[in-house]
């Protein structure tokens, strides 16, 4: 059974830095693309980024272009989400999601895989 598990969140003042990692386990994760989602107080859970499997190709939100870096590790079954220049907006939980590929990023329903979340936390 695949169990994905978020780590890296925190509080940090706007203009800094966190990064989150998500470990996969169960498995082999390589074959799986791999997004992080953010979902804020009273919002719906949107898209920040995706890796493909192979992590040659990633996939950014808007409002993480320039900001965010998503990469993996296959040979320790992780990827993380590199955050620069936080800002107060980028307040939320954070997601790790896993799915086979060939689906659209960008809706929940293409994931089969979700970790409990990691909250993070920007002050302005």
């Known amino acids: 059974q695949v169990q994905l598990v978020e780590s890296g969140g925190g509080s940090v003042q706007a203009g800094g830095s966190l990064r989150l990692s998500c470990a996969a386990s169960?498995?082999?994760?390589?074959?799986?693309?791999v997004s992080w989602f953010r979902q804020a107080p009273g919002k719906e859970r949107v898209f920040v980024a995706g890796?493909?499997?192979?992590?040659?190709?990633?996939y950014y939100a808007d409002s993480a272009k320039g900001r965010f870096t998503i990469s993996r590790d296959n040979a320790k079954n992780t990827v993380h989400l590199q955050m620069n220049s936080l800002k107060s907006e980028d307040t939320a939980v954070y997601y790790c999601?896993?799915?086979?590929?060939?689906?659209?990023?960008?809706?929940?329903?293409?994931?089969?895989?979700w970790g409990q979340g990691t909250q993070v936390t920007v002050s302005a």
């Open positions: 999601a896993g799915g086979r590929g060939g689906r659209s990023w960008y809706a929940t329903t293409s994931y089969d895989h």
């Open positions: 169960g498995r082999s994760y390589s074959g799986y693309a």
């Open positions: 890796v493909t499997g192979s992590g040659v190709s990633t």
